[in-house]
């Protein structure tokens, strides 16, 4: 079993930065795939950006430019560096781990931008 944990959510001003955070642990695969997702009520979870252990990173659209996605493999953790925020990125954001065919999810983090 994986379990993930987030941190780093909040409320910032438009403009402003966000750093999240996901910490995995249990049975954690040498390869995997770990990266954030977003949801807004009433909405389909929607892609952020995804990082694999071997360096590739893919983000959205809406994220390039503006979110950085980091990760430390040893540590099983990863990263979403999130700037030039707003209001457009409120949503809850989930950690995302995929190892061969099982994923899982952390429990999410809420993050309000205001105007």
């Known amino acids: 079993q994986v379990q993930l944990v987030e941190s780093g959510g909040g409320l910032v001003q438009a403009g402003g930065s966000l750093r999240l955070s996901c910490a995995a642990s249990?049975?954690?695969?040498?390869?995997?795939?770990m990266g954030w997702y977003r949801q807004v009520l009433g909405k389909q979870r929607e892609l952020v950006a995804i990082?694999?252990?071997?360096?590739?990173?893919n983000y959205a659209d809406f994220a390039k430019g503006r979110f950085t996605i980091s990760r430390d493999n040893a540590e099983n953790t990863v990263y979403l560096q999130m700037n030039s925020l707003n209001p457009g990125d409120t949503a809850v954001y989930y950690c995302?781990?995929?190892?061969?065919?099982?994923?899982?999810w952390g429990q999410g983090t809420q993050v309000t931008v205001s105007s």
């Open positions: 995302n781990l995929r190892q061969w065919v099982a994923m899982y």
């Open positions: 990082s694999t252990t071997g360096g590739t990173k």
């Open positions: 249990g049975s954690i695969e040498r390869v995997n795939t």
